[in-house]
């Protein structure tokens, strides 16, 4: 059973740094694609940036570009956000979810298979 576990949540000021990590217990795919997505009180989930294995190519929405980067360690089962320059409009729940045996990244959150318990990201003024 695949299971993804969240970790690097917390409180921050703004204009400061996170990195959330989103490891896998087991991943027997050779396909697939890892979203980090995001969820405020009272709004709905949204896609934040997304990781193919087709290439390792990435996507991100329009409001983090040039602040969050996401990345990989396969050794590990490991996905990155690493979050610069926070804002308050980043506070939320992260959350990463797995889509499998397809490349392609998607921002809908139904498209997902799997997903993470979620962390926190809170960002004070």
């Known amino acids: 059973e695949v299971q993804l576990v969240e970790s690097g949540g917390g409180l921050v000021q703004a204009g400061g740094s996170l990195r959330l990590s989103c490891t896998a217990s087991e991943f027997p795919f050779e396909d697939y694609a890892i979203g980090w997505f995001r969820q405020a009180p009272g709004k709905k989930r949204e896609g934040v940036s997304c990781?193919?294995?087709?290439?390792?190519?990435?996507d991100y929405e329009d409001s983090v570009k040039g602040r969050f980067t996401i990345s990989s360690d396969s050794r590990k089962n490991t996905v990155y956000l690493q979050m610069n320059s926070l804002k308050p409009e980043d506070t939320a729940v992260y959350y990463c979810g797995a889509i499998v045996m397809s490349t392609a990244c998607s921002s809908y959150p139904p498209n997902y298979s799997y997903w993470g318990q979620g962390t926190q990201v809170t960002v004070s003024p």
């Open positions: 990781l193919s294995s087709r290439f390792g190519s990435t």
